[in-house]
């Protein structure tokens, strides 16, 4: 399968799920549509699986793309910064994406999600979860992000519409604004939609530990992590396999979609191409 089709597939999935996530509400209140087949969730038995499993879906895509873009809006800043000035500020940038991508994000993670369930419970403040989840992600998700794109603006630099840019007397922001930049704006699109999956997994992993989203408000991981017992000892697959399924489509959609604009991107060096 070719990375185009690949596109093609993941692009319409990720429409059809996010419109069924959206319009499952909406759907369930029409009296023709039949009620859903799957019973009611046992951890809450007011909600019906299908509105706790479509629910956790929009909320795991709302906090993939929102810490998705905060992250990729960081990375592309400091990349910019960076190539701008270049010399000893363009190695402290990607010396610093270097240190800050070795700490495991998941236990800084949890460590953030414990201190917000402290605070929120004992100290008698009020953090929304969705919030806190959302940036600590974007917090610890622009490392990669930074040094991709910090290399694809360097390899970028040697084109030759850059050389003839420097030739003619551009000065060097004049030169990332208007040329590096739209040349590498399909590739930076392709890192955010790449790096929303990876958000959405790392969330998923917190909360299905209880370190994320609370279970009235549930993520697919928060979902699956509350209702988790009922796969391990009471052998309930419908219970957590719809959840299970919707998590593996939303990151395969954003995986083959943003691998063939990545794919596209790497055939683009230049505005002439």
């Known amino acids: 399968m070719t990375a185009k089709t690949k596109g093609r597939i993941g692009g319409w999935s990720l429409i059809a799920l996010v419109a069924l996530s959206l319009g499952y509400p909406l759907l369930a209140r029409v009296p023709s549509v039949p009620a ?19 629910g956790g879906m929009w909320r795991s895509i709302l906090i993939g793309l929102s ?9 592309l800043f400091l990349a910019l910064f960076a190539r701008r000035l270049r ?3 363009d190695t402290l940038v990607a010396k610093s994406a270097d240190l800050f991508f070795a700490l495991p994000d998941i236990l800084v993670l949890i460590a953030i999600g414990f201190v917000v369930n402290v605070l929120n419970t004992q100290g008698g403040r009020h953090i929304s979860p969705m919030m806190a989840m959302i940036v600590s992600l974007t917090a610890v998700g622009w490392a990669a992000p930074a040094r991709q794109i910090q290399n694809r603006l360097r390899s970028l630099e040697g084109q030759e519409f850059v050389l003839a840019s420097e030739a003619l007397g551009a000065t060097r922001t004049r030169i990332l604004i208007q040329h590096l930049l739209p040349a590498a704006r399909e590739f930076v699109f392709a890192i955010f939609l790449l790096r929303v999956p990876a958000v959405i997994l790392a969330e998923s992993t917190v909360s299905f530990l209880g370190f994320g989203l609370p279970a009235d408000q549930p993520s697919l991981g928060a979902f699956l992590g509350t209702n988790y017992d009922k796969l391990m000892y009471s052998g309930e697959m419908h219970v957590v396999l719809p959840a299970w399924i919707l998590l593996g489509l939303v990151v395969l959609s954003f995986q083959w979609t943003g691998q063939a604009v990545l794919a596209r991107s790497g055939t683009r060096q230049g505005p002439g191409s």
Not at 68 to 74: D, W
């Open 67 to 75: 810490a998705g873009l905060g992250s990729c809006a960081i990375a």
């Open 87 to 89: 010399g000893v500020t």
């Open 36 to 54: 859903c087949p799957l019973g009611s969730d046992p951890s809450f038995p007011a909600a019906s699986i299908c509105a706790r499993t479509f």
